[in-house]
């Protein structure tokens, strides 16, 4: 079975809480024996797979299977094209230099179809934000994040739109955020397919 959640702002992608206030997966009924099919942190959002089948995990998560990851970031300031450049080509963060990625700029009524978030990024008149969206191969730990900091364009908003070719906007019943449903055959071959 191959679940398409959207995932919240403000849920963790675990079953078990922790320490933190966060909500969990627990609290959405999801059928017993499904697991998350990567993860997406606290303060992230969009689509997030479950599953129930083990080889489908390790095909979709295993680094030499260079599968494709779409996210939207929304970022304090306006990025010039060097900057960019820069996310594309691979940064420093930490001890590691991130794979090449594909970098552009979303177009306003695909950003639209995004829903709200609860609670809202702090607006601030005085600064500007733009939208960049980023495709990655990889997942480390809080990478994008960490990637937009490196080049002076702090993340705002994080939202994952496509795992393979699946865009959460081209599901057959589109999803609303904390929703979930089973994928039909059509949107599963999407998951393992390159865009």
């Known amino acids: 079975m191959l679940i398409a959640f959207y995932k919240p702002y403000g849920v963790l992608s675990q079953f078990t809480p922790d320490s933190s206030a966060n909500r969990t997966l627990a609290e959405f009924s999801f059928p017993?024996?499904?697991?998350p099919v990567g993860r997406l942190d606290a303060d992230s959002e969009g689509l997030l797979l479950l599953t129930d089948e083990t080889v489908l995990n390790q095909r979709l998560l295993n680094?030499?299977?260079a599968h494709p990851r779409e996210y939207w970031v929304q970022v304090e300031g306006i990025p010039d094209?060097?900057?960019?450049?820069?996310?594309a080509s691979g940064i420093l963060i930490r001890d590691y230099t991130t794979k090449p990625c594909k970098v552009w700029l979303p177009s306003d009524p695909d950003i639209e179809l995004l829903p709200e978030r609860e609670p809202p990024i702090r607006?601030?008149?005085a600064v500007?934000?733009?939208?960049l969206a980023l495709e990655l191969?990889?997942?480390?730990?809080?990478q994008v994040r960490?990637?937009?900091a490196a080049v002076g364009f702090p993340t705002l908003r994080l939202v994952r739109t496509r795992i393979g070719a699946l865009r959460v906007q081209m599901l057959s019943e589109p999803l609303q955020s904390g929703f979930w449903r089973l994928l039909t055959d059509t949107e599963r071959t999407l998951v393992l397919k390159r865009p």
């Open 137 to 142: 191969t990889e997942g480390k730990n809080r």
């Open 32 to 35: 017993a024996g499904v697991y």
């Open 123 to 125: 607006f601030r008149k």
């Open 146 to 148: 960490r990637m937009t």
């Open 128 to 131: 500007p934000t733009t939208w």
């Open 81 to 87: 094209n060097e900057s960019l450049k820069r996310l």
């Open 63 to 65: 680094p030499s299977s």
